[in-house]
């Protein structure tokens, strides 16, 4: 089978390009878009998060916060930081980077965070708004791999769409978004039985349970779009440094039996970052409202 392999790089640059435009627009009015990005701790994987973020901020002409505090940050100065942060009318999007050290109340920390600024979509009040279909700010992940779907004119309305894996990151948003789209949606995990068999009835295929390789040959539909949500790093002595990521699929093996695939690394990660742009900006438009 002729696989189309999805380059998410491609896409994110194509919204990257129109959050620009869109950067350039609302600096005539006055207006310049601005992100909060907040680290706890020295964890290696989230600081390149976090610079990709505010660098992709920058290129893009957008106003850019970045608050590096050590891992032993107390809860109450944390919530004190977004405070300040909601605030402040310099900052639209604010984005605490997950996940935090063991001693700081995540639910505290996410419900704190405005609603209108709440660019990672995880506050309740936007995750009631995605439930009803009337939100503006979606979890960002998920909303990029809707992105990538509908430009590359895979068909939604109709279609059997499995998703693995019932996060509130990914799994659940993912689910709703894709009934939105008027897809018929199984959202399996851990305790799912026959698992192999719901996987193979898809059309739309999403792995996002955080296991290295776990979708195999056997679970994919031929033809079957299949979209690779899992960072899983993997020991490799060939690799640097001793190891490497692997995504959810097992690519070599489900790439000749799928019609579409996202390649991992590159493509469902710059969606993401994307989005995150993109949110910020429709954060600072509905402020001007």
Known sequence: MDTRI?????????????AARQVEELAERGIVPGLAVVLLGDDPASQVYVRNKVRTCRELGMHSEQYALPSETRNDELLSLIDRLNADNNIDGILVQLPLPEHIEEKAVLERISPEKDVDGFHPVNVGRLVTGDYVLAPCTPMGILEMLRREGVALKGAEAVVVGRSNIVGKPMALLLLHQHATVTICHSRTRRLAEVCRRADILVAAMGVAGFVTAGMVKPGAVVIDVGVNRVADPAAKGGSRLVGDVDFAAVQPIAGRITPNPGGVGPMTIALLMHNTVRAAEAATR
């Open 6 to 18: 999805l380059e998410g790089r491609r896409i994110a640059r194509e919204i990257q390009e129109e």
